[in-house]
């Protein structure tokens, strides 16, 4: 099968929506299937050496939504060339173009939302009455023409029912997921604590996503001052990229919880050094204020590090109906929560809970599931337009 993607940037760093094609993708080329990212990225982006699919990278798209005029006419002459289309991200650029330019193709295609119809993102009145004015006239035609939109979670397809009108289209909840980790977690593990020698012999909490207010890194730095301010044998990592500029803002709130010296900023890890913090680590902290997935919470639980999330991650109900974490409000009172129950477990039931991670990945995260539910749905789309 010829699959083809299309989304606003294929940018690794990007995390999230990208994240998930890579890991799918690379998976189904091993299986035979050949998989193509169309992106707005323009000519010879940075990331492309090495990048695992092929990428045709168009543009640069213009503006917060990645305006570019190349790829509608782009996806009307080549859409045929494929046999089943994905769209990524219903307010970019990407999904716009392929109302006109999938308007004469027989491939059929798929939208995924990516917890873009979340209520969280209706703080911005603005914003959302743009969206209200945009989605009747762009953005449903290109829905409703759809084979299916995509949720990965009953939790993002339920948050997201009619939050904007006309709401007609199929609505289909897959599985996602990820590989897991790979490689020698003993050996990655030496590897991070030799570069990172402050954190040998310490307890280590880790987060790791992009460093931005929308995922709670402020909380998790305050709750972390009040909770193991004086317990000097515990130590933080936040590693990502930082977007937009927040870390030492971050820093500040560090030193004002007299923990700023128990902190580790390493920036963005990949690889066998992102995998070498999950091992180093005794567990994961996200208290984001929306996650329609949350990917890395998945590869936290395939390195066996229990998750101690928010309310607002959408797999909450996974992970605690298997007691591989714990769950908390996504406010300052929330994420002081996570880490008291963390710390009033004790090491055994620290270590009860570890034990649980893995059996919650391979039961409801790994990449054979999202495999399997994506080729389930492209070949129903096919068979439908014959």
């Not at 099968?1 to 940018?11: N, T, Y």
């Not at 209706?122 to 945009?134: P, T």
């Not at 990502?240 to 030193?255: C, F, K, M, Y």
């Not at 395939?302 to 996504?330: F, M, Q, Y």
Request: aromatic letters at 10%; hydrophobic letters at 45%.
């Amino acid at each position: 099968m010829k699959i083809l993607h299309v989304i606003r940037s294929a940018d690794p760093e990007e995390g999230g929506p990208i994240e998930g094609i890579l890991q799918r993708g690379q998976r189904l080329q091993e299986l035979g299937h050949e998989v193509t990212v169309v992106a707005l990225d323009g000519p010879n982006p940075a990331y492309a050496d090495g990048f695992p699919l092929q990428l045709v990278s168009l543009g640069p798209g213009q503006g917060i939504y990645g305006h570019c005029a190349d790829l509608a006419p782009w996806l009307a002459a080549h859409a045929d060339e494929f046999d089943f289309i994905s769209g990524h991200g219903i307010w970019q650029q990407g999904v716009a173009a392929m109302g006109p330019g999938l308007k004469n193709s027989r491939t059929p295609y798929v939208v995924w939302t990516h917890g873009m119809l979340d209520p969280w993102f209706d703080e911005n009145k603005l914003k959302r009455l743009k969206k209200m004015i945009y989605w009747p006239r762009f953005l449903a035609p290109v829905l409703e023409r759809a084979h299916a939109v995509m949720f990965t979670t009953e939790e993002e397809r339920r948050l997201a029912e009619n939050r904007f009108r006309p709401y007609r289209f199929r609505q289909q909840v897959v599985a996602y997921g990820t590989r897991g980790i790979v490689g020698d977690a003993e050996a990655m593990r030496a590897a991070f604590l030799q570069e990172f020698p402050e954190l040998q012999g310490k307890r280590v909490l880790l987060f790791l996503s992009r460093v931005h207010p929308k995922k709670g890194c402020d909380l998790l730095v305050r709750a972390f001052g009040e909770v193991y301010g004086q317990n000097p044998d515990v130590m933080l990592v936040i590693a990502g990229p930082d977007q937009v500029n927040w870390i030492e803002t971050l820093r500040s709130e560090a030193q004002a919880a007299g923990v700023a010296d128990r902190i580790v900023w390493p920036g963005m890890l990949k690889g066998e050094r992102k995998w070498g913090a999950f091992a180093a680590a005794e567990a994961f902290v996200l208290p984001s204020h929306q996650e329609n997935f949350g990917i890395v919470v998945a590869e936290a639980l395939s390195a066996g590090k229990p998750t101690l999330i928010s309310d607002k991650v959408n797999i909450w109900r996974e992970v605690i109906a298997a007691k591989a974490g714990i769950v908390a409000l996504d406010t300052q009172a929330g994420a002081t929560q996570l880490l008291r129950e963390w710390e009033g477990l004790g090491a055994e039931g620290r270590e009860a809970m570890s034990q649980q991670a893995r059996p919650c990945f391979k039961e409801h995260f790994s990449v054979e599931g999202s495999v399997r539910d994506f080729l389930a749905v492209a070949e129903d789309a096919i068979k439908a337009k014959r």
